[in-house]
């Protein structure tokens, strides 16, 4: 069957009398052909061939719809729900699931509210903290559920889209400077020299896995409340499949894009949480390589789409806007580690979120909180409260111990360090700077009255910290010793606190 020959089908299911006299919307790709009727959707294969897919026979085709509902199911089961034949009948009638021959084959999903996708929910201003959070978690989730693909060759696969960029890139010589396309190769290649060996250690450690490959914020849907991954690629599993940081990438580098900054960082760093994968803090190093490549390939994507765009001029400047962003992520600035100290109730996790996105590179800082260190130490749950055998003496020393190792660890992979704990302890405090090294340290401690702390330990909810006000009142008799970090007034609005904080550290 042809293009021409899968017009018949294509009407057919457009037409509303195939779903019962109801309204259908069509959607149409380079690929595919999506219908989409108020109590289901039928995507069929286009009979197309390109140099990356070819869905020219019925038996492809057929197999690619077998591949999406195999490749989707476990990130969208809700969604997905079979593959469906169009028959012909003996009369020459066509029919959804009929006795007749298959003359073309659709994947049968569940119709999802499309004005839900993130995409729509981040141009409404709608991705919250909360959503943020969500969207961390269920990445780390459908990361762990896929399978660990040994030998891939992943740096292999990496080299050759770098070089398929730089081709693209240049054929479009009126959206992107040759030179600027030099440069932003040459910087690529670079990197990805540099992180060979990190990239190919993760690979024998099982972070090459089948991922979504295509985690943009467009592929991404509310369902019920909950963030729900769906179309992922089916059609070549050497895009598909890739280090899971790569396809966290993505999805970054589009938050990024879109000017959300610290909605970025909050995935960023409930991603890191929920993987519970300290060699993620390693692969930190390859986060601007992999968010500078992913935005190269909008660049080019964008550009070749701009002759079929209904704006051909802003398809322009989104590509141009695409390939600056590349430009700047290739290379991130040098990272700082940042210390914020206090007794409870001062506001220091609040700081902490509030402040992580401003320090460099992007999408922030990686926050070390001790309260969740000391929940991970003894294999708890963020909220759930410790007994006292979790606060000894012994038990605190591990945890300061822990936020030292991994503020050297990020900050060796060039990404800043917020790292939020009481520092009661002069000696916590030197701890923690000489983490640093030759690092920037900046060590602040906020300071509140006691009944300010006491209504704010009084008043969380669902957080990691086990502070009450009994602890609150017993902090007011801590002996701090020399305190030479900077002193921050926190006992105003968290917004107060962060202007004064970013004041101290010129951000």
Known sequence: MTGNDQQAVIDFLGAAGTHGGQKVARVDTHAAAVFLAPDRVLKIKRAVKFPFLDFSTLEKRKAACEAELEVNRPFAPAIYKRVVPITRGRDGTLAIGGDGAPVEWAVEMARFDETQTLDHLAAAGRIDAALADALGRAVAAAHARVPVVRDFG?????????????????????????????????????????????????????????????????????IDGRPTLFDAIEFDERIATS??????????????????????????????????????????????????????????????????????????????????????????????????????????????????????????????????ERKRLFNAGETEKLPPAGYTQDVTVKVYATLAAKAARVIAAGHSALVDAVFAKAEERDAIAGAAHNIPFHGLFLTADLKTRVVRVGARVADASDADADVARRQEHYQLGPLHWRDVDASGTPDETLQRARHLLKL
């Open 154 to 222: 992943f740096v292999e696969a990496l080299t050759e889209i770098v070089r398929q960029n730089d081709l693209e890139l240049r054929d479009a010589p009126d959206l992107f400077d040759t030179d600027a396309v030099a440069a932003l190769t040459g910087k690529t290649q670079t990197a990805l020299a540099r992180l060979t060996p990190l990239l190919a250690h993760r690979e024998r450690d099982g972070f090459v896995r089948r991922c979504h490959g295509d985690l943009h914020l467009g592929n991404i849907v509310l």
């Open 243 to 372: 280090d899971v940081f790569y396809d966290l990438a993505f999805l970054l580098m589009d938050l990024i894009e879109r000017g959300l900054v610290d909605q970025a960082n909050i995935v960023l760093n409930r991603y890191l949480l929920a993987a519970a994968h300290d060699d993620n803090l390693d692969a930190l190093a390859a986060l601007p390589l992999f968010m500078s490549v992913r935005a190269a390939i909008r660049a080019k994507v964008t550009a070749a789409r701009r002759k079929h765009a209904s704006s051909p001029e802003e398809a322009a400047q989104s590509a141009r806007d695409y390939f600056t962003l590349a430009s700047r992520l290739i290379e991130p600035p040098p990272p700082c580690v940042v210390a914020v100290g206090g007794l409870s109730g001062t506001g220091k996790s609040v700081l902490a979120r509030a402040l992580a996105p401003h320090l460099p590179p992007l999408p922030g800082a990686v926050v070390l909180r001790s309260d969740i």
